[in-house]
């Protein structure tokens, strides 16, 4: 097992799907501007279709859980709220139906919202769809082979394993704060005052665990400038992959010439 | 050969009161393998800091005297190159994991990768590694959800791939449990036969009656005395320093005391074993 392990490094890492093994700079490019068209294009059919579209994509590989958590959030908040207010702001004479029987549901101010929902569905739909199928570790491998210091890299997927290990402190500062008397439940009051004692030794704790930590790194020769090599590999952009993304950029550039062109046309 | 030589070196660390290092001056020589003792406080770490170039480079203050590290002047090092040239394992096994890696054997290639070696030879580099310090089954965990003794040892594993020079390793079991001791100490049998340049700070006393040629001896930022493992550790002036002697020696002196007196006093268990079969004990 281990050397099948070893030897996962010798080649470029495999995805069990298609979608996922887009190279994430790819990946980000086409949902990016498939999201900013469906601001451009302002139609309910179209925005609808991509988050159809992203939907399908999600399920297709194996993430829909993970999509659909924070999607259907926005759909209720984003989608419900910009409906209501549509029909508050938007002045219409064709009453569709009385909600209730008693408020008027116009349809020039349910076109509007739908329009306007949709866009923002979508661009949302994209923006979760990317994060969900991209690990953050490939992005930062690409953005590091586009030039991006590895500084930076750092500082980015640090950051993820920081947020764990703060987490783990608070509850370990918190219980022995308790055993030295403060009150940590309780009435607002009582937790506010016990904010300070905790935050303290966070605080300081987190501080001079930098200083060890850029220490433990610089012996493993993290400030040398010299190109670094990378162990695990990303395979090198396929032509398909680039036609898709030249075909979805040209789509994209057209959908604008076209929005200039309604406007000043 | 000489790989660092120290001369009248004083050290105050910045907005410090007093000096950490007064007077300091002693030569490492390649391939020897160093104990560092005293008590805490006693400038210890100080002096590893000194060593690997931290002081001044890292932590200002204010630094007098002469200290020559691989023939430069530590001043005019690179700093970056010479951390690289000599490894570094201290205290908290928490603090010296990268935090980026997924995998042990990722974690371990990562100082490899930033010297830009080739794929091939950092796998062949950290699978030797992994096989040498017997960690294969840690392979491909995280290294964030090891215990500290796991920790430790991926620690050195991490710093021993990459071949340094010499190594300073500051108190490695003070926050381990036994068995993790047991293992790490297992690790330093292992460098003690490669060869290197090390220098161990340690209280466990026994570790450093095994395995140093030489002890150093710190108190107050002074280095008190050195000298060879056997002549070091049999003196009872040391427990004076608040430094320890094995027990096994603390024996030898009661001996004498009481007016039986052993041909030597001993600094371990199998000298002490020796003496007492001398004594016909059985």
Redesign the interface.
Known sequence: MENNFINSFREYQKFDNGFIALNPLSKLNMLFVLGFSAMLINSWRYGFLLCILFIVLAFAAKRGMSFMKPFSLIVLIFGFFTLVIRQFSVEGHTVLFKLFGVIPIKEEGLIIGLNTASYLLAFSGAIILFFVTTEMRDLMYSLEKKGVSHEVSYIVLASFQTIIDLKKNTNMIMESQKARGIETEGNVVNRIKAFFPILGPLVLGAISSTEEKSIAMDARAFSVKCNHTFLRELRPVPVYEKIMVIAVDLFFIFTVAYKIYQIFG | MVVAKLKDINYKYPLAEGYALKDVNFEFEAGKFYGLIGENGGGKTTLCNLIRG?IPH?YNGELTGEAVVFDTDIKEHN???L??R???V?Q?P???M???K??V??EI????????????E??ERV?GVCELLGI?EL??KNP?ELSGGQRQRV?FA??IV?DNDMLVIDEPTSQLDPHGTEMVFEIIRKLKDSGKTIVLVEHKIDLIAEYCDEVLVMDKGHIVCSGKTQDILSRKELLDYDAQIPQVAIWGHEMAEAGKPLSYIPITVEQAVELARERGVR
């Open positions: 931290l890292f700093a970056e190159e951390a690289v000599i490894g570094y201290f908290n928490f603090n010296q990268s935090g980026i997924s995998t054997f990722e290639a990562m100082g490899l990768e930033n010297l830009g070696i080739e794929k091939e950092i796998i699978s294969e392979m491909t964030n620690a991490a710093i990459m």
